[in-house]
Every structure is written in C-alpha cells, then in structure tokens.
C-alpha cells in the first residue's frame, strides 16, 4: 500500500529543567505521532545538556498520514526510585512537512531548536529535532506498541544502591575550605 515515512532524527535537548532530588538527571524521550509510539535510549544530562542523536521511523499509509496534524515529544527524567519524572514536551505541527514532501516526494528539515513547554505551560529549554520525510513510498505497517510504557520493569535494589552511591557523600559530612599557602605561613 502507497504511503509515506517520516523519520525523526531527534539530538539534544539544552536548559531542560532537572526533576531529580538525588542524583544525576537520566532523560529519555516518548516520541508520539498518530496512534505510534516511539522511546529513545536514557541519556545523562551533563552541564544543563543531554545528548541522543537517535532516528525513528514513522510509517503511515496515505489516508492515514493525511490525517496527522502533529508529533508529540514527552521528556522524562529517570527517577531512582519511581518510573519517570515529566519534564516538559513539545508538539511540531507536521502540515507543512507532510504537505511540501507530498507535492516534491521528498522533503528534509534541518534540526531545529523547539521550546520545551512545562507543566504550568511556561517554557524552559530547548530541543533539537530533524525531519525527512519521503512519498508515494510502499509501506507495511507493522503494528508495533512500546510495552515498555506501560510495564517497566522495577530496577534492582543493587541499582538503586549503585546510583544511591554515586553522590559524593564525603562532601556532605567532611566539607573543606582549600587555604592558601600565605595563610599558612601567617604567624600571629
């Protein structure tokens, strides 16, 4: 059946807000387009950043991908002991990709920033995602839903205790001024 792909090639995400009480942020990402759900890899935010550089694909038939209106991006923070913190999404509205890569066949978007809209529907971050997407393209659908949405497993106690670890504890009981060399030399 003649359809359409459209891959979302989904790289970073800068100034997203960090859930986490303990611990370093562990983001992933819920990508929803349609009635087809996609995660990504968790990535550790380090400096306010966090990295994926992954591709998903997106395979609709014509009537179906003539209905879309939007892809839906779910950021979630890994949270120690609890399935994941929301951290903000963001929703692009495919018509002019869908319309433009319809009449030329193909069509790609170089990754653009988008903001990350929070819970109280203020902003805070951004996320960088690229689009390519081909038509007229025979597609079959597989009928493929993300389980692990609704079942993630619990992690290990041992995991919890690794990552529980990982906090420089030492800093908490034992802080330290660093002193100079003059001031140890000072006599009164």
């Known amino acids: 059946m003649k359809g359409g792909i459209l891959e979302v090639l989904l790289v970073n995400a800068e100034g ?5 009480l303990i611990g370093k942020p562990r983001y992933y990402v819920i990508l929803q387009c349609g ?9 550790v935010g380090k ?3 966090s ?3 992954e591709k998903f694909k997106f395979k609709f038939s014509f009537l179906e991908w003539r209905k879309l ?8 923070d890994k949270e120690i002991f609890s399935e994941g913190g929301f951290v903000g999404e963001t929703l692009v509205h495919l018509g002019g990709i869908l319309t433009e890569g319809n009449d030329k066949g193909f069509i790609e978007v170089q990754p653009s920033l988008y903001n990350v809209v929070l819970e109280d529907d203020t902003y ?6 690229g689009f390519k997407f081909t038509a007229n393209v025979e597609v079959q659908k597989k009928t493929r839903v993300c389980t692990e949405l609704n079942k ?6 041992y ?10 504890w030492l800093k908490f009981f034992f802080p330290y001024k660093k002193t100079s060399s003059m001031d140890d030399q000072k006599l009164f």
């Open 16 to 20: 997203i807000k960090h859930t986490n």
């Open 35 to 43: 009635d087809q759900t996609h995660k990504s890899k968790t990535s």
């Open 47 to 49: 400096n306010e950043k």
């Open 51 to 53: 990295f994926w550089n």
């Open 69 to 76: 209106s939007y892809l839906k991006l779910r950021i979630m």
């Open 124 to 129: 805070k971050g951004e996320i960088k995602i």
């Open 152 to 157: 993630q497993k619990p992690e290990s106690i």
């Open 159 to 168: 995991g919890t205790l690794f990552s529980f670890w990982r906090i420089p």
